[in-house]
C-alpha cells in the first residue's frame, strides 16, 4: 500500500515523506520537477504534474493514499485518474482561510477551497487540514531582524495562534497512518494565542536582543509586499490581519486534542530557527 506524497519539495511534504519512511512504510514523492526532489535514500522519486495528465498513472500505480498539495489546475483529471489507480483516501493540506468570509472571492481561500470541493464530490475518502498562521511566517521578518532594523507591520496587535510546520507534518502522518482523522475537516493552530508583537518579544527574548516594531500604514504594507507577493494575494493576506486585528483567531484542532501529546510552541520555533535571525544573515 504506498503513499503518494505530493509537493515533495514543500517543509511539510518533506517532513511527511521523513516520518513515513522511518516507520518503514512504502512511499513515493512526486513533484513537477523530480530531479529537485531531495528524498530519503531508497524512496522513489516520480514527476507528477498537474498540467500533464500524462504523468498521473506512473505516479499514481499501486498508490491508497495520497497527501496532496493544492493546486486546482487538473484536479478533476487527477481525482479521476486516482479512483482508477485504486486511491482510497487523500489528505489535503489545505488552509484555514477556506473558513473565512467570501472564500470564493478570497484569491488564496479560493484555491484551496476549489480542491477541497473536487475532492468532496468525488467518491475518494479526503481529509482536509486546514492550518491557520504557521509559524515559519516569522521567517518573513529575517531580513531586518537581522539587520538590527524595525520590524514594520501594518496590524502589529493582530492576534493569530501560530502552528509548527511539525506538529503539521505529524497530524498528516496520523491522518495518512490511522482510521481516527479519516473524513475530518480538521482547523489546526498551535496552543497559544499570539499577536505579532508579541510574537517579537519571544523571538527577541530567545535571541537576546531587543526588536523594534514599527507601525505602517496599509498602502505601504501593499507596497512592500507587492515587490514578491501577486497583489490578489497580498489583499487576501492583508484583509486576513485586518481581521484578527479586531477578532483574534481562536485555538482550534492542535496536536494535544488529536494526537494526546502537547502542541510545539512558538518559543520552540524560534529556537529552532535562531540562525534564520543572526546578524548578517543574507539568506533563510
Do not use: C, K
Request: without cysteine; proline residues 8%; glycine residues 8%.
Amino acid at each position: 500500500m504506498t503513499i503518494l506524497v505530493t509537493g515533495g519539495r514543500g517543509r511539510i511534504a518533506r517532513a511527511v515523506t521523513t516520518r513515513l519512511h522511518a516507520a518503514g512504510l512504502p512511499v513515493r514523492v512526486a513533484g513537477s520537477r523530480p530531479a529537485e526532489l531531495a528524498a530519503p535514500t531508497g524512496v522513489e522519486t516520480v514527476e507528477l504534474a498537474l498540467g500533464r495528465p500524462e504523468t498521473f498513472a506512473t505516479a499514481l500505480r499501486g498508490v491508497r493514499q495520497v497527501f496532496l498539495y493544492p493546486e486546482p489546475a487538473g484536479i478533476g483529471a487527477l481525482i479521476e485518474e486516482a479512483g482508477a489507480a485504486g486511491v482510497e483516501h487523500v489528505v489535503l493540506l489545505s488552509s484555514s482561510a477556506v473558513l473565512g468570509p467570501d472564500p470564493e472571492e478570497d484569491p488564496l481561500a479560493d484555491h484551496h477551497l476549489r480542491v477541497e470541493r473536487a475532492l468532496a464530490g468525488s467518491a475518494l475518502t479526503a481529509t482536509f487540514l486546514r492550518p491557520d498562521a504557521f509559524a515559519s511566517n516569522a521567517l518573513g521578518w529575517a531580513h531586518p531582524v537581522s539587520r538590527a532594523q524595525p520590524v514594520q507591520l501594518p496590524y502589529p496587535d493582530a492576534g493569530v495562534v501560530p502552528v509548527h510546520p511539525e506538529d503539521i507534518a505529524d497530524i498528516a502522518v496520523e491522518a495518512l497512518t490511522g482510521g481516527r482523522l479519516a473524513g475530518r475537516a480538521l482547523t489546526l493552530t498551535g496552543a497559544e494565542p499570539l499577536t505579532f508583537r508579541e510574537q517579537l518579544a519571544v523571538l527577541a527574548d530567545v535571541l537576546g536582543r531587543e526588536i523594534p516594531v514599527e507601525r505602517i500604514t496599509r498602502d505601504e504594507a501593499e507596497r512592500q509586499l507587492s515587490a514578491f507577493m501577486p497583489a490578489p494575494l497580498v489583499g487576501s493576506l492583508l484583509d486576513f490581519w485586518q481581521r484578527a486585528d479586531a477578532e483574534p483567531v481562536a485555538v482550534a484542532d492542535t496536536t494535544a486534542t488529536l494526537l494526546g501529546r502537547p502542541a510545539r510552541s512558538f518559543r520552540q520555533w524560534a529556537a529552532e530557527h535562531a540562525d534564520a535571525f543572526a546578524p548578517g544573515r543574507t539568506a533563510v
